[in-house]
Structures are given as structure tokens and as C-alpha cells.
């Protein structure tokens, strides 16, 4: 398939086939090159709870509104998150480019000074809305990924954003969700949909 029937032919599946669970190894694959997605200051500010056991999902179950097609079919359901700590990582990713050859200690060192001064002149709005505009961009990349692996996904949210952190044992003062990925191999196909003309959603100037 070539990459523009690729993504014409790409759909939000429901159903999977049930107790079918993708290798830790697969699942890995995915997930790298998922996060190769770029980012601002690349910083990828972005995390992954992949939630694959019966126990987990029992729990994620107990916050959500609905969607439990997917839930109980899935391989997995890939919580995204925004981390509102991702400047605590600045060095970590800068110096870790140095090692590798991809950048000059100066270099490096000049961006992580520019962005720790960034993160100290940034509104809590700015960071947020940066830090969702990124996460959106490796949600997209993460579906393109479940599909290049042979799988299907879909993306949704239906769920209580101020418990779905917390009950799966993590800091929700920290952690913001972004959305939901169901993953799986798919059971049936999805409705074909219609899309907006262009002469609706854009605009030359």
C-alpha cells in the first residue's frame, strides 16, 4: 500500500479480536517509533500508560463513560499524557544528543539555557496549550505507527479527567490526559465516513 492510500484508507476501529494481545516487543516497536515525532524544543513532553492487563483495564473500566467495545476487545488502551514536568528532562535529552554525535556540547548547552529560561517566562497557558499542540502531534503519529506494525487503533476520550491519572497510580497534578488509543488487531471494519469539502475548511489567501 502507498502511503496516500495508506492514510485515505484510515479509520477508527471498535471492535478487535478478543484475547489477542500484541507481543511486548511489538508493542515496544510502536511505541519508538511513535515518539519519533517531532516536537517543540524536543522536548516530548509526552507519556504512555499502555494498559493491557485484566486488573488495569478493570480500573480504567471504573472512569470510563463508555467506548468498552474497545476496552474489552483491545490488546491495549494507550493512555496519552502531558507531563507538566517536561522541563525536568531538559538536560537529560540535550546531553544525551551530545553523546550520540548529533550535537556540540555548546550547542547544547545554549538550548538548554534558552529553555530553562523559557520555561521561567511561559504562562501555565502557554505551556498548556504547547504542551497539547505537541502531545496531539505524537497521538497522530502513535496511529500511524499501530497501523505500519499491521494493527488498527482508535483514538477517544469518554472519561473522568480528574480520576483516571490518580486510579491508575500516578500524580494527576502532573499528568493531564490527552486521550485514549485502542490497539489491536481489528475484528471488523469500520463505517466508511464523508469529509467536508475543502471549500468548507479552508481558506487561500
Known amino acids: 500500500m502507498d502511503y496516500i492510500e495508506f492514510l485515505k484508507n484510515r479509520k477508527s476501529i ?4 478478543d484475547d489477542f494481545k ?3 516487543n511489538e508493542m515496544d516497536s510502536i511505541l519508538n517509533l511513535a515518539q519519533r515525532a517531532p516536537s517543540s524544543g524536543n522536548m516530548q513532553p509526552w507519556r504512555f500508560i499502555v ?11 471504573n472512569v ?9 476487545t ?16 531538559v538536560t537529560k535529552i540535550y546531553h544525551k544528543a551530545v553523546r550520540e554525535n548529533l550535537m556540540p556540547l555548546d550547542v547544547a548547552n545554549k538550548q538548554i539555557s534558552w529553555l530553562l529560561s523559557k520555561e521561567k517566562t511561559e ?25 505500519a506494525h499491521g494493527y488498527e487503533g482508535g483514538a477517544m476520550r469518554g472519561y473522568d479527567e480528574k480520576r483516571i491519572v490518580s486510579e491508575l497510580g500516578l ?26 469539502d475543502l471549500s468548507d475548511t479552508v481558506i487561500y489567501k
Open 14 to 17: 471498535r471492535k478487535f479480536v
Open 22 to 24: 500484541i507481543p511486548r
Open 51 to 61: 494498559i493491557e492487563t485484566k486488573e488495569s483495564k478493570k480500573v480504567l473500566r
Open 64 to 72: 470510563m463513560s463508555g467506548n468498552f467495545l474497545q476496552l474489552d
Open 74 to 89: 483491545s490488546s491495549a488502551m494507550i493512555l496519552v499524557l502531558y507531563d507538566k514536568n517536561e522541563y525536568d528532562y
Open 123 to 147: 504562562s501555565e497557558f502557554e505551556k498548556l496549550r504547547d504542551g497539547f499542540i505537541n502531545v496531539g502531534i505524537v497521538i497522530n503519529q502513535l496511529l500511524h505507527s499501530i497501523r
Open 171 to 196: 500524580d494527576s497534578n502532573r499528568y493531564l490526559p490527552a486521550a485514549i488509543i485502542a490497539v489491536g488487531k481489528k475484528a471488523s471494519d469500520a463505517f466508511d465516513t464523508i469529509r467536508l
